[in-house]
């Protein structure tokens, strides 16, 4: 007897596992079975493709009408901080921009001092709350990134609080240092600060799966990032980087050469970087949600990037100033309607290669899978990205118990 079979599914997307990520032509290739079903035992895939009556089950889930697929995978979040920054809205609307709101003391530098007068269960609770939407959304795998603290103690209260998470909620983490996210206002200087997020570098190798950086102007330099870069691969963590997202400073190439398993926004990448991700596996997170919130017409230029055969990821940003929703949906249909990718294209980038950008061993349903699972209430794989800004998912089904229906 299996836990749970779904059945006379209307659609059944099944992401292609390989070693690499999907590159180019490839993340239009998506198997998609009519008819299909799924049978999930101890936490794991037992069965997934063409119709079957051949396995029991304590529960059958009735699939006609619906679309299946593995659980979304949500790979760039800075999921952990305090406070929220609505009163910036209105200072955007007035022409005053993402940079100088931060150099002005405010942005990602207010959320710290937010962020340094929580405490752990302050944050705790607030971040709970937005893992509980990210599952009813249909996210089964997060990665959340620090830095909100730019300091020892608030740095590790963040990663605390997300490992404790990790713990305590179904959704699946990956957990990322962000230290070198902005400079404090105290600091005496960019280069003295970042020496001391290297050194901090010792005391978090253990509670992240990567260390990322913001190398940005007026934030960090292509130097200063591939002096992080260098030191944090040191001590054994893989590395990604916030890359080009407004400035082309040459952050995807960079990424490229120091072999980072991802390069994330690359809004103003030059040709030249997005043609070196031909012959690389480093996969390009875009962002669309951001470039939408932040109000600009420039989008990740996610086609010129395909062309060049490279790998592509999507997903949020989820943060309290550049793109503040948990909903991964939302932005896939961003991606349909901005970034012009097809729906094969957009399942593939938040499925397989969103897992292949965080080092999860998810996003796809074959035979001893963990079983990762969302029903959608949509008649098929196309309409997701159609119907915009509402909740399609039915059930969600992480490690093979249901966690919302
Ligand atoms: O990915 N750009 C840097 N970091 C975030 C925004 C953080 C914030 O504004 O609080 C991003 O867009
Ligand atoms: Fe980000």
């Known amino acids: 007897m299996n836990n749970i079979i779904i ?12 070693a690499r990520p999907l590159k180019g032509k490839e993340l239009n290739e998506l198997n998609i079975i009519k008819n299909g079903t799924v049978v999930i035992n101890d936490g794991k895939v037992v069965y997934a493709g063409e119709h079957t009556d051949e396995y029991e089950a304590d529960e059958v889930i009735d699939g ?7 659980g979304l995978i949500d790979a760039h979040t800075h999921l952990v901080f305090g406070g929220s920054r609505e009163h910036e809205m209105a200072l955007k609307q007035q022409g005053v921009s993402y940079l100088d709101i931060l150099k002005q003391g405010g942005g990602i530098l207010s959320t710290v001092e937010s962020t340094r007068q929580s405490t752990e269960d302050e944050l705790y609770q607030k971040s709970k709350k937005e893992i509980v939407r990210m599952i009813q959304f249909g996210t089964t795998t997060v990665e959340a990134k620090s830095g909100y603290g730019l300091d020892k103690e608030t740095e590790l209260k963040q990663l605390n609080v997300a490992h404790q998470l990790d713990q305590d909620t179904p959704i699946r983490m990956k957990h990322t240092f962000l230290g070198p996210h902005a400079v404090p206002k105290d600091a005496k200087d960019n280069a003295t600060f970042l020496q001391e997020m290297i050194d901090l570098l010792d005391d978090v190798k253990d509670k992240a799966d990567f260390a990322d950086i913001f190398c940005e102007t007026g934030v960090f330099t292509i130097e200063e990032s591939r002096r992080y870069m260098k030191a944090a691969k040191d001590k054994g963590l893989k590395v990604k980087i916030h890359a080009d997202e407004i400035d082309p400073l040459g952050g995807l190439g960079l990424a490229i050469e120091e072999g980072a398993i991802s390069a994330d926004h690359l809004v103003a990448s030059s040709e030249e970087d997005k043609a ?16 939408f919130y932040l109000g600009k017409d420039q989008y990740a230029d996610a086609r010129g990037m395909l062309n060049h055969n490279g790998a592509i990821a999507i997903a949020t940003d989820f943060n309290p100033g550049s793109c503040v929703t948990d909903n991964l949906q939302l932005v896939m249909s961003i991606a349909a309607l901005k970034l012009k990718l097809t729906p094969n294209e957009i399942w593939n980038a938040v499925t397989v290669n969103a897992a292949k950008a965080i080092d999860v061993d998810a996003g796809t349903l074959e035979k001893g899978d963990q079983a990762d699972v969302v029903v959608w209430d949509i008649p098929n794989h196309e309409y997701l990205p159609y119907h915009y800004g509402v909740n399609h998912a039915h059930t969600v089904i992480i490690n093979g118990k249901k966690v919302y229906e």
């Open 7 to 18: 059945q006379n599914i209307g659609e059944l997307i099944l992401p292609k596992k390989t």
């Open 64 to 70: 006609s009408n619906k679309v299946v697929s593995p």
């Open 276 to 291: 070196a991700l031909t012959d690389s596996d480093t996969v390009a997170v875009l962002l669309p949600g951001t470039t």
